[in-house]
Nanobody
Framework: QVQLVESGGGLVQAGGSLRLSCAAS????????MGWYRQAPGKQRELVAS???????NYADSVKGRFTISRDNAKNTVYLEMNSLKPEDTAVYYC????????????WGQGTQVTVSS
């Protein structure tokens, strides 16, 4: 069973920066796409950014130019660099990965809280 472990969330003032990390652990697997979603209170979970194994990226319009997704495929890790944070970025951020281990499936991390104060 592949597990995703996230880290790097916290409290930051508006205009500040945070870096989230998500590492996949387990054995006998490979990873295709990895990405980050977020869910604010009372709102639906939404895609923030995604990356294919080849490094092609996609971003929500609301974070373009401020957030950067990157991967270290050798470490099975994906990062989300968040700059110029706004109070509306406050949410629980979830990592997701498309895993192949005999079959394809998506697995999610436990989530990490990001709070941006005004």
């Amino acid at each position: 069973q592949v597990q995703l472990v996230e880290s790097g969330g916290g409290l930051v003032q508006a205009g500040g920066s945070l870096r989230l990390s998500c590492a996949a652990s387990g054995s006998g697997f490979s990873i295709s796409d990895m990405g980050w979603y977020r869910q604010a209170p009372g709102k639906q979970r939404e895609l923030v950014a995604s990356s294919t194994s080849a490094g092609n990226t996609n971003y929500a319009d609301s974070v373009k130019g401020r957030f950067t997704i990157s991967r270290d495929n050798a470490k099975n890790t994906v990062y989300l660099e968040m700059n110029s944070l706004k109070p509306e970025d406050t949410a629980v951020y979830y990592c997701v990965a498309t895993i192949y281990s005999g079959r394809w499936y998506n697995t999610w991390g436990q989530g990490t809280q990001v709070t941006v104060s005004s």
